[in-house]
């Protein structure tokens, strides 16, 4: 057997590529919905937000997006269980950087608000 047919039939079908990335992909939504839903909160106040408070929360909205495409481009072409922990250890990078973002806004969200 060849180095690449061995490859070859070590790839997940497309069914369970879809499946599990589905899966992951809800968490990985809720987690830019929460995302969002905090900067329109935030923006929508009396003060508003400046620069530095849109580009963090903005950018807080797309990295899970980033994150979760990093994880489907790693994880497409190895086995369904590495996939699934690559994908896993992305929610959790994703969730430790939002712990942050809402650490910061707790903290010194003065920093954030006003123009």
Known sequence: ????????????????????????????????????????QQASGPLGLNGLGWGLLLFAAVFPILVFAGALALGMRRRVGEFALLLLAGIALVAVFWLNVVAYALSSGGTLLGS
């Open 1 to 40: 057997m060849s180095a690449s047919s061995a490859s070859a039939s070590r790839a997940m079908p497309t069914w369970l590529v879809a499946t599990v990335a589905g899966a992951f992909g809800l968490f990985y939504a809720y987690a830019v919905w929460n995302a969002v839903s905090f900067l329109v």
